[in-house]
């Protein structure tokens, strides 16, 4: 195993697997977790209407700043692969762990919105545990469209598809080793 990777792995595990152990345990449906992964055509679609909305204005803001010289970006197939893959992660681990379970538990006592604002306060902060970058602290507007999608629709598959092509644009435009 890589040096230093022990400690996301664990984390990654504990995201995927604890929301699926705890509705089990507690002899609670998957649905009840939006954890059943049954989105509709409507959901994907507000998914990709959401991503356009919030990824086009981005991208026009990158390329206003990007220096000419380093686009278009040129990036071997495997690199791509690598990262995609490690979003895809990502996007599962996280939407499973805040979506899915965090922003539940919350709407139990709190109303829908503070339980959307409150998982995605703990997903930014998340965000610091391996990376003390203030930057990240970014990702919690991307995740309050990702709640609103897990509150609409029931599920999480939606909120997973935003993050994964969310994912997708940040490793492309600000790559981290």
Do not use: C, K
């Amino acid at each position: 195993m890589i040096p230093g990777m022990l400690g996301p792995l664990v984390a990654v595990a504990v995201m995927l697997f604890g929301p699926y152990l705890w509705a089990m345990a507690r002899q609670e449906p998957l649905e009840r977790y939006g954890l059943a992964l049954r989105p509709g055509r409507r959901a994907i679609a507000e998914s990709l209407i959401a991503s356009t909305l919030t990824l086009a204005p981005l991208t026009a803001a990158v390329f206003v700043g990007w220096p000419s010289q380093d686009w278009p970006r040129v990036v071997p197939f495997r690199v791509v692969v690598s990262f995609a893959s490690a979003g895809l992660v990502a996007a599962v681990s996280e939407e499973v762990f805040f979506r899915g379970w965090v922003q539940t538990l919350l709407a139990r006592v709190l109303s829908p919105l503070l339980a959307v604002l409150g998982a995605s306060v703990l997903f930014a902060l998340s965000h610091l545990v391996f990376r003390s970058d203030p930057f990240y602290l970014l990702t919690f507007f991307p995740g309050l469209v990702m709640g609103a999608l897990r509150l609409r629709h029931g599920d999480i598959a939606p909120s997973i598809l935003y993050h994964f092509l969310g994912n997708l644009w940040a490793i492309w435009f600000f790559p981290r080793p």
